[in-house]
C-alpha cells in the first residue's frame, strides 16, 4: 500500500472511525447475526444472509482502515513559503466570478471539497503543486 497523508487531525478522526468500527458496529454485527439465527432454517433466511453480508462489509473497513493507518505520514502545516505542498493552505482565485476560495491540500483519505480540503491527487490539487 502506498503512504497516506493524514494532518494530525485526520489521523485522529481515523483512529476514532476505527475504534467505532471494531468496538460498536462489530458488535453490531454479531448481534444481528444471533438475531437472525433465532428465525430458523439459515439456507431460506435472508436477515442472516444480509447480517453475515453487513459483518463481510464491516470486516472489510476495519481492514482497510488498519492498513491506512500502518502506512500514515503527517502532514506538518506548512510553512510561509513560495513553494505549495501538502500540508499547505491556498487561495484561489475565480476569475469569473470574483472571489476567493481557500483550500488546504491533503492527502486523498482526509479530502473532503465541502470542507475546503483538497487532494494532494486531484487534477486541481496537482496544478496547484505543480506535478
Do not use: W
Not at 468500527?21 to 436477515?47: H, P, Q, W, Y
Not at 462489509?57 to 503527517?74: G, M, N, P, S, W
Request: charged share 35%.
Amino acid at each position: 500500500m502506498k503512504e497516506v497523508y493524514l494532518t494530525k487531525e485526520g489521523l485522529q478522526e481515523l483512529k476514532e472511525k476505527l475504534d467505532y468500527m471494531v468496538t460498536v458496529r462489530r458488535m453490531e454485527c454479531a448481534e444481528n447475526i444471533k438475531k437472525a439465527r433465532e428465525f430458523g432454517d439459515l439456507s431460506e433466511n435472508a436477515e442472516y444472509d444480509a447480517a453475515k453480508q453487513e459483518q463481510g462489509f464491516v470486516e472489510a473497513e476495519i481492514k482497510e482502515l488498519t492498513e491506512k493507518l500502518q502506512h500514515v505520514v503527517i502532514i506538518e502545516d506548512g510553512a510561509s513559503t513560495h513553494d505549495v505542498s501538502i500540508g499547505n493552505t491556498v487561495i484561489i482565485r475565480d476569475v469569473e466570478f470574483d472571489e476567493e476560495v481557500e483550500y488546504r491540500i491533503v492527502g486523498t483519505t482526509e479530502a473532503d471539497i465541502m470542507s475546503g480540503k483538497i487532494s494532494n491527487e486531484s487534477p486541481l490539487g496537482k496544478a496547484i503543486i505543480g506535478k
